[in-house]
């Protein structure tokens, strides 16, 4: 039997990699939400992302250029989205259904016309930090993981700092806040939406790739599985701050961690309340906890001109 | 007005590229000569998933080749069907174009089929994997078909607990239910019976898409001592990727896992579901529609454990694997699960 040590260690380090698609695509619905526009198509570009970085990592056994297809995927999709949303004014949250729809169709027919079976891939290697990652338990849980995993973490404070720090993050938070008032003092809101659509769809893509060539290094229909539609509900939980959401990702994360360990271990709990805790624990915490946010004002508003 | 419109258009584009990555007719029926007997399948999965809904695929792909070609049989499929509610939907087009046969395959389309083959009395049906032909219920055109995975499971297990030198092995199954639960068991049992002090931690992620979540798992095995690990439905692909990145054995069921990971497959419990269908077309042909219930075994040939030729296993344990395939055909070995 393994020593409580070990099994905490465990545990933190699967839930800190478990986190880590959650947090691109979450940072990117945080960027587009605080802009005003809900994005309910990440699952579906997150698909498309690990579809094309799995793909021509496949193909070019460079995992460099895989991230870069899904940054050019993500680019079209979020593009797409932005124009749907933006520039033709169209209802939000339906047109974020149809584009999950399309990214898990389109995906599905290129796995099926490109591959056609599941394969593996090199992938983004793990890291090594000379000294850090031989630290005995440190190394493990901190200094060890996939490239992938910093760059998901490295993504929150520079998120926080563009939200809170530059003139462009004020001009995202009052395009989500009052667009009418930014409008009227020059702040282009198509222009600002545009850019925070595009890049979370960029980012929700770079969330699919670090499935499909960072932690996995396969790829699958359906491998996202949910997980976009639950980084949405991360952006709730964490009220739309950076900060909030990565706290909500890791919790969820951790608790999926522990509940895998309840198993292993035997415990004496069955498997389907096991499953359920991470989500019914997201739910309390929600509840008793999180203070009740204000969603941005605008937020599902296409903005009109009057 | 453009809002609606350009609504209505995303929509159709997306239905539309979700259909192609479903449904596909393998070859238009030839003109002049006799009908062909046409079969249409709804799978949970895609066609290709390395596990559950490929076994049926490769099925109807042999069992099309052993009756002569697509002028004999000819089959359509309906893949990705996760959707029960579009499962039915998919199952009353295909009885109502007047298909010989339409397969139900996945146990959650149950109570779909139960409505809807009574309103086709000339269709039959196939549902698995269970033992359940609804013919209490008075249906009458429906079979029924299961796999006794468990057989398999065991004679895994044997070689497992063979092959474990920590004694510490790990399953990472889906729901605890169904197909996965008789594989586990026997799995389970066949490692108990040849080693009764090794540990397996059997772990249900609660999914069998998370892909991500199995991946997890697995680590979480090898950190608890696990050097031998085996699952079950189309998620474990995830799994598989971690073993092989840690130098850790694997066992498959379902289909022949060995390609995606030649160095740490050692075998696989293959699924040949032509062992249920052929009797089922035979049947059909002969007028009956139903009410049969068939079983892949070991004893019948549904059942084959196919060893990774790449994998270098050593003789004893492949002699011990062949002995237990033996005993569980002719019976001197029980295995204590039921086939529900």
């Known amino acids: 039997m393994e020593s409580w040590g070990n099994i905490l260690l465990g545990i933190a380090a699967s839930g800190i990699r478990l986190a880590t698609p959650y947090l691109y695509a979450a940072m990117g619905e945080t960027l587009s939400q605080r802009s005003g526009v809900l994005n309910l198509g990440v699952e579906g570009q997150m698909l498309m992302g690990a579809f094309a970085a799995f793909y021509v990592a496949y193909r070019t056994g460079s995992a460099g250029l895989g991230l870069l297809a899904a940054v050019g995927v993500g680019l079209l999709m979020g593009l797409a989205m932005a124009f749907v949303s933006v520039h033709l004014h169209a209802e939000q949250g339906i047109s974020g259904i149809g584009f999950y729809l399309f990214g898990l169709g389109l995906s599905d027919l290129l796995f099926q016309k490109l591959l056609g079976t599941v394969d593996s891939v090199q992938g983004v290697p793990d890291a090594h930090f000379p000294l850090l990652s031989d630290l005995p338990v440190l190394g493990e849980l901190f200094f060890r993981h996939n490239w992938m995993v910093y760059g998901a973490y490295a993504l929150v404070p520079l998120v926080w700092f563009v939200l809170n720090k530059t003139p462009w993050g004020l001009m995202i938070k009052a395009a989500g806040e009052n667009p009418h008032a930014a409008d009227s003092l020059g702040v282009s809101i198509a222009k600002v939406r545009y850019a925070t659509v595009t890049l979370g769809g960029v980012l929700s893509a770079l969330g699919g790739a670090s499935l499909s060539i960072g932690l996995l290094k396969i790829f699958q229909q359906n491998m996202t599985s949910g997980l976009g539609f639950i980084a949405v509900a991360l952006v709730y939980f964490g009220s739309w701050r950076p900060v909030g959401v990565l706290l909500g990702a890791l919790l969820f994360s951790l608790v999926n961690a522990l509940q895998l360990w309840v198993q292993v271990l035997g415990l004496p709990i069955p498997a389907d309340f096991a499953v359920m805790a991470p989500y019914v624990l997201t739910i309390v915490v929600l509840v008793l906890v999180v203070q009740r946010a204000r969603p941005p004002a605008a937020l599902t508003k296409p903005f009109v001109r009057e | ?340």
């Not at chain 2, 079969?39 to 490769?58: E, G, H, L, R, T």
């Not at chain 2, 033992?131 to 995975?149: H, L, Q, W």
């Open chain 2, 1 to 340: 007005m453009r809002r609606l419109f350009l609504f209505a258009l995303l929509v159709g584009l997306a239905l539309g590229l979700v259909a192609c990555g479903g449904g596909e007719a393998t070859q238009a029926p030839a003109a002049e000569e006799a009908r062909p007997f046409r079969i249409a399948v709804v799978m949970p999965s895609a066609i290709n998933d390395m596990a559950f809904s490929q076994s049926m695929y490769d099925a109807l792909v042999k069992l099309q080749q052993d009756m002569g070609g697509p002028a004999k049989l000819e089959f359509v499929y309906s893949e990705n069907m996760y959707v029960v509610d579009d499962a039915a939907a998919a199952i009353r087009d295909y009885a109502s174009q007047g298909y010989d046969l339409v397969i139900a395959h996945g146990s959650q389309y149950g109570s779909s089929l139960q409505e809807i083959a009574p309103d086709f009395p000339e269709t039959s049906f196939a549902w698995g994997t269970t033992v359940d032909t609804f013919k209490e219920m008075g249906i009458d055109n429906v079979f029924a078909y299961e796999a006794r995975s468990e057989q398999g499971g065991y004679v895994n297990g044997v070689m497992a607990a063979l092959l474990s030198q920590s004694g510490v092995i790990g399953v990472v199954g889906p729901i605890e239910t169904g197909d996965a639960k008789l594989y586990i068991d026997g799995f389970k049992a066949g490692v108990l019976a040849t080693n009764p002090d090794a540990q397996v931690n059997v772990n249900y992620i609660g999914s069998f898409s998370d892909t991500a979540l199995a991946a997890e798992a697995a680590k979480t095995h090898i950190q608890a001592g696990a050097d031998v690990m085996t699952g079950t439905a189309q998620m474990v692909v995830g799994a598989i990727s971690v073993a092989k990145d840690h130098g850790v054995l694997w066992f498959g069921t379902q289909a022949d896992q060995s390609s995606l990971a030649p160095e740490i497959v050692v075998a696989n419990q293959v699924y040949d579901w032509t062992v249920a269908l052929k009797p089922m077309v035979e049947n059909i042909q002969k007028g009956v529609r139903g009410g049969e219930a068939y079983s892949l075994t070991l004893a019948n040939g549904g059942l084959t454990i196919q060893y990774n030729p790449a994998f270098n296993l050593p003789a004893e344990v492949k002699d011990a694997a062949q002995k237990t395939i033996q005993g569980i055909i002719d019976g001197s070995i029980q295995i204590p699960v039921g086939g529900e």
